[in-house]
């Protein structure tokens, strides 16, 4: 298992140079007789294992000093016992066996975990050292977190982009893989946003800072992988306290098996000290300890590198046992790109308002608001030559989920839902009768004067995404919407969800997430996905809460479990999968280290399995073990 003495073997030497020369050593005392042999075995036991007997030592001193006696009996403690106790029998060719091959075992462990750990630490690359900032004539190098929001800095191609930001000048291709796992490049040019960690492929560009560098995309990422191994799976915890307890068990069994069958059956106690010995080899619980946390580590480095960010081990162990998926519907089911589709009159005759005035009032009644649809109407309002003029609006009152009351121009202005203005007093008998997909009323001095109709398109993959998910076995998919029946009903329709519910506040949608979760079977998950802020609550709540990394709020991202770097709702099928077969591995190595340990072990005490044999068991299974890991660093 990697642990502090494999980093002692790098300052001394390098691992490759110190085991050649310790198997020349062994070699030499095979090929030679008497003390000649005795002498090279000896010498090969000492250079290839000074380092376990002084990691043994010092833990035995820890344990006894802080009596933590669980801190003295890991694999360090076996192998020096056991190789000691071989000299001690004069088996000066099986000890120094012990010490090689462990080493040689350890070796390949490292190189298991190194390069697991490689597939995660490249994400550090993304971090520039340094930012070229431009100041009129005067163009300097900072480190990025000097660079305040609002200043200009440049991106030659070739470079990173330093820090979040809006093109002001230059137009190129970018390389997104680092962030979204996807090869494809995208094109940028003038106002475009940019995020931390893309490479600048063709021409220079000119940005805009908008975040400094702690919270920019490359540094919440960063923080992501970082705190990714705090989070521990419950297979991973089992493995530790397993750990903790089998050892001092086995090592306790040897001791009985040394002392107690010489007297029973009155036999030599070089036989039984020596079956003592072969056992505590054979017991030494590295394969398990090495490979589940490595299957785990694998997984998350396998997801990151198709751009999913999973925070830790629990997430996966979850993730591999959903049954329920709940979908906020907009800017995730949906592109959340709004459009106005149609502005109609109420048809009252004694209303005066035309279409333009209808929308010249709901654009200004939106003039603070920067949810999706009040940007749609204000973005149609603009393009159409009108100007928002904010001093024409006062007294504006917002009602999250409802809509706004303020006073335009004198007038006293209500644009909302159908239930909001019936609230306000408002009459919509003469509303249109084809008024549906997101309708919002507006009135003007308590007289209904029309509706704007807008549409947001369905995810190009969302209809996929929820058939492979039933291909997976997750047949509860649900949304949750704040808009109104017709709508989510529609969308419904369209993905075929098992159910939905229209018409919800943020606290609504919470509260459907903690029912479901107290229904939910034993040992079944739930997942929510969503993107903005509103659904921090219910990505919180959830046993897994699944954001939309590239466009969602840096409060959804903050509260989810897994975080997806692309716009692509087929990331989260690809994620169960990923999961579910981490989930594997790690059972596979449970299974086989215990299978083959215990019946080695029963040998072992039977005198069927010799020193040599417990040698090639214990490192031969956490080698494979640790192969068998490394399978969870390719995407399922």
Known sequence: MPNEHSHEHEKFLEPRIRIAIAIILFIIGIATYGKFSIAAMGICYLWIGWDVLLAAWKNVLRGIREKDFSAIFDEQFLMSIASLGAIYLHEFMEAAAVMLFYQIGEYFQDQAVDKSRDSIQSLMKLRPDSVTTIN????????????????????????????????????????TSALTGESYPR????????????????????I?????????????????????????????????????IYTPVVTML????????????????????YRALTFLVISCPCALVISVPLSFFGGIGGAGKSGILVKGGTDLEKLASL????????????????????????????????????????????????????????????????????DLVSDVEEIA???????????????GNEKFLEENGIDLANRPINSRNVGIFLSIDGKFVGTIKIEDALRSDAEKMIAELKDLGIDQTVMLSGDRESVAS?????????????????????????????????????????????????????????????????????????????????????AVRIARKTMNIA????????????????????????LWAAVFADVGVAVLAALNAMRTLSAA
């Open 136 to 175: 009129g004539e005067k163009i300097e190098k900072k480190p990025p977190d000097e660079v305040s929001v609002g200043e200009f800095f440049i991106v030659k191609p070739g470079e990173r982009i330093p820090l979040d930001g809006v093109i002001i000048n230059g137009s190129s291709s970018l390389d």
């Open 187 to 206: 094109r940028v040019s003038i106002g475009d946003e940019v995020l931390s960690g893309c490479i600048n492929k063709s021409g220079a560009l000119t």
């Open 208 to 244: 805009r800072s908008t975040k400094i560098s702690s919270e920019s995309t490359v540094e919440k990422i960063l923080e992501l992988v970082e705190k990714s191994g705090e989070r521990k799976a419950q297979t991973e915890a089992f493995i530790t306290k397993f750990a903790r």
């Open 254 to 273: 040897a001791v009985l098996l040394a002392i107690i069958p010489p007297i029973i059956f009155d036999a030599p106690h070089s036989i039984w000290i």
């Open 323 to 390: 049954n329920s998926i709940v979908f906020d519907k907009t800017g995730t089911l949906t592109q959340g790109k709004f459009s106005v589709t149609s502005i109609e009159t109420s048809g009252d005759p004694s209303v005066i308002f035309e279409r333009k005035d209808i929308l010249k009032f709901a654009a200004l009644a939106e003039i603070y608001s920067n949810h999706p649809i009040a940007l749609s109407i204000k973005k149609t309002f603009e393009s159409s030559g009108g100007i928002l003029n904010r």
């Open 401 to 415: 989920g409802h809509g706004i009351r303020a006073m335009i121009q004198g007038k006293k202005v209500v644009f």
């Open 490 to 574: 529609e969308v419904s329709n369209k993905l075929r969800l098992s159910e939905f519910h229209a018409e919800l506040l943020p606290q609504d949608k919470v509260a459907i997430v903690e029912k479901m979760i107290d229904a939910r079977e034993p040992g079944k998950f739930l997942a929510f996905v969503g993107d903005g802020m509103n659904d921090a609550p219910s990505l919180a709540r959830a046993d897994v809460g699944i954001a939309m990394g590239s466009i969602g709020t840096d409060a959804a991202i903050e509260a989810a479990d897994v975080v997806l770097m692309t716009d692509e709702l087929s990331k989260i099928p690809l």
């Open 587 to 610: 059972r596979q190595n449970i299974f086989f280290s215990l299978g083959v340990k215990f019946a080695v072990l029963i040998l072992g005490a039977l005198g069927i399995a010799s």
